[in-house]
């Protein structure tokens, strides 16, 4: 699941600016192009199978599946075949959570301790700072990503609330709530168990009446138990031969659904229509506005609006041009939902291998999508310079999902920070990485150039002290802190591999030296080849 995760828009922006590149040449004018075009990148790629939706103006105007849902029975993928969505889950649990909260059934602002207040979760900060609902959908709660352990876990039909009181004690806030992003399954996962525990209704039951059925998404599950396991595609590695075995996550709500392009292309239409149906409106646009901008982190109360990760929606680049959206990925599947705010186009991407084909699919139906789109000028801003003298000096990441990883990126990911002409520059401690150059974009916030929306800011964290928010929250540190364990473990490295060769030479010499060195190892030597005693 990507997690993915990130955050997301600077680097998908160079990413999607990669694929872009790539593509220029051979836009897509009309739907035939369209579909000769994604037909020959799954050929190409050897991808097994993908199934692919088009929404335009409001509408859904192309459903259709490429490749294979099962290559050894030489099955094709069919509009119907089923693929596992992932984290593109998380949408439809925010939404979910946005329509219960219009209902007036939850509080999006309550304490999760409301809902559920005896799970054991442990917030050293609940007193002033107490974990809601809304941090656990922002990804501002502090937890920690799935642990490896959990990952490794497959139980059918867990029950959100099965899992809040199975696993709750394990949880840990790691920070003050709503201050950095850190991508976690178990949020959308807990925040549905506060959902069941308000209504009374199981999550399952909540998606069908609310979600899928008044949508008409009746091919979507998220138990793997009440599908049809024929229609199921099977899922394959990165190779595209070797089959994946299906896992039931723990985390149904942030991971599990199954489902068909032309089913979540009914959220696509959703959203690009701005939360009205044909019958009428489903969701407000207030409802989806808010969905689809970041409320709780420091960077938000700094001012960013645009790019962060809003509820279960995060905005990213295709080239030059915003989407929002979705993207998800579990074993074997990917999936990427992406939708403009403006003009009714979006997109559903499902394929059935472990691998990166499927974002040139959605480079090619984004670049149709915009065919006759102007690309966005950048945006000139004359803003004052922060005084950033405070914020100036090295800084290390401090909010990695993964604890078991976070020295990691302690290790490889500090920069150092100072200030130049138009904004700020960040120079890695990698002495093989290039410095990043940004503008300033209003207040403490700053952009990569030609981008028109800030990603990196200059924030305070939870005690007044200086933060920078880069993708991760980074803290501020001595030169000692964030250069020296980058080094040091070069330099172990170096002494280890020198060890090594040193010894690959010194114990042969050592051993066959001293054996031609004595006389005595000679002569009972030779007395054994003898046959002597």
């Avoid at 192309?62 to 099962?70: H, M, N, P, S, V």
């Avoid at 807990?190 to 091919?219: C, H, S, Y």
């Amino acid at each position: 699941m990507l997690n993915p995760i990130l955050f997301f828009v600077v680097s998908l922006f160079f990413f999607s600016q990669f694929w872009t590149s790539a593509i220029a040449q051979e836009t897509p004018q009309t739907l035939e192009e369209l579909d000769q075009k994604l037909q020959q990148v799954v050929d190409q790629a050897k991808l097994p199978g993908a199934s692919i939706a088009v929404v335009e103006g409001g509408e859904l105007i192309f459903t259709k599946g490429y490749g294979l849902a099962d290559v050894k029975a030489g099955k094709p993928v069919m509009k119907e075949t089923l693929f596992k969505a992932g984290s593109t889950s998380k949408n439809i649990t925010s939404l979910l959570a946005l329509i219960l909260s219009e209902e007036g059934r939850i509080d999006l602002t309550a304490p999760l301790s409301q809902y559920l207040p005896d799970i054991g979760l442990k917030n050293p900060y609940e007193a002033t700072h107490p974990l809601r609902l809304v941090h656990l959908l922002e990804h501002t709660a502090g937890l920690e990503g799935s642990t490896y352990n959990e990952y490794a876990s497959s139980q059918a039909n867990m029950s959100p609330t099965e899992y809040a009181y199975l696993l709750g004690p394990k949880l840990k806030v790691r920070w003050v709530p709503g201050f950095y992003f850190s991508y976690a399954n178990s949020g959308h996962t807990l925040a549905a168990a506060a959902m069941e525990q308000a209504t009374g209704k199981d999550f399952d039951t909540l998606v069908r009446e609310k979600i899928f059925a008044p949508l008409g998404m009746v091919n979507s599950y998220f138990s793997r138990d009440q599908v049809d396991m024929d229609q199921l595609s099977m899922s394959y590695a990165n190779d595209g031969q070797t089959e994946q075995p299906h896992w039931d996550m723990l985390i149904r709500p942030s991971g599990s659904l199954i489902t068909t392009a032309a089913d979540l292309a009914q959220i696509v239409k959703l959203y690009a229509n701005r939360g009205r149906r044909e019958n009428g409106e489903f969701l407000t646009t207030s409802a989806l506005v808010r969905m689809e901008t970041p409320y709780t982190s420091a960077m938000a109360r700094a001012g960013q609006r645009v790019g962060g990760y809003g509820l279960g929606n995060f905005g990213f680049f295709e080239g030059p041009h915003l989407f929002q959206g979705h993207w998800g990925a579990t074993e074997g599947f990917r999936t990427h939902m992406g939708y403009m705010t403006e003009g009714g186009g979006g997109y559903v991407v499902m394929a059935n291998a472990d691998e990166g084909t499927s974002h040139q699919l959605r480079g090619l139906i984004s670049s149709y999508l915009t065919r006759a789109l102007p690309a966005p000028l950048p945006l000139e801003l004359d803003v004052p310079l922060q005084d950033i003298t405070p914020f100036e000096g090295w800084y290390r990441p401090i909010s990695e999902s993964m604890v078991l990883r976070s020295w990691l990126w302690a290790t490889f990911g500090a920069v150092h920070l100072r200030q130049e002409e138009t904004g700020i520059v960040l120079d890695p401690v990698l002495p093989w990485l290039s410095r990043q150059s940004l503008e300033a974009a209003g207040g403490s916030l700053y952009r990569f150039p030609n981008i028109g929306v800030p990603t990196v800011g200059l924030v305070q964290g939870p005690e007044g002290e200086p933060v920078l928010v880069n993708d991760m929250a980074y803290e501020q540190v001595g030169w000692a802190q964030a250069v020296l364990p980058f080094y040091l473990l070069v330099l172990g490295i170096l002494v280890a591999l020198t060890t090594l060769l040193y010894s690959l030479w010194w114990v042969p010499v050592y051993i066959f030296g001293k054996f031609v060195m004595d006389d005595r190892a000679i002569t009972r030597f030779s007395l054994f080849l003898g046959g002597g005693s």
